[in-house]
């Protein structure tokens, strides 16, 4: 069974900066592409970065592009989130997700498997 759990969420400060981290079991990590969406409340699952299953490929949503950074380790199964200079606008639940094919899709209908998700809260 895939498991996706996803940790370092909380609250932050206006302007500073967090990791959220994600370890996958259950499959192959090393094969697929992975990536992050957020929810905020009253509005849709939205796309935010994704790495291609080498790393050598990302996509951002033009609203984190220069100051979120998606990484992953495959030795260890996780994908991490940097994200710095946060705003208000980020408060939302994170979700880790993992496709079935290799490229940093930003397409949800491409994501397989989710995770339960972190709360981030900026505060002003």
């Known amino acids: 069974q895939v498991q996706l759990v996803e940790s370092g969420g909380g609250l932050v400060q206006a302007g500073a900066s967090m990791r959220l981290s994600c370890v996958v079991s259950g499959r192959t990590f090393r094969n697929y592409a992975m990536g992050w969406f957020r929810q905020a409340p009253g509005k849709e699952r939205e796309f935010v970065a994704a790495?291609?299953?080498?790393?050598?490929?990302?996509n951002y949503a033009d609203s984190v592009k220069g100051r979120f950074t998606i990484s992953r380790d495959n030795a260890k199964s996780t994908v991490y989130l940097q994200m710095n200079s946060v705003n208000s606008e980020d408060t939302a639940v994170y979700y880790c997700?993992?496709?079935?094919?290799?490229?940093?899709?930003?397409?949800?209908?491409?994501?397989?498997?989710w995770g339960q998700g972190t709360q981030v809260t900026v505060s002003s």
């Open positions: 997700a993992a496709t079935g094919q290799f490229t940093a899709t930003v397409q949800k209908a491409d994501y397989r498997n």
């Open positions: 790495i291609s299953w080498s790393g050598g490929m990302t």
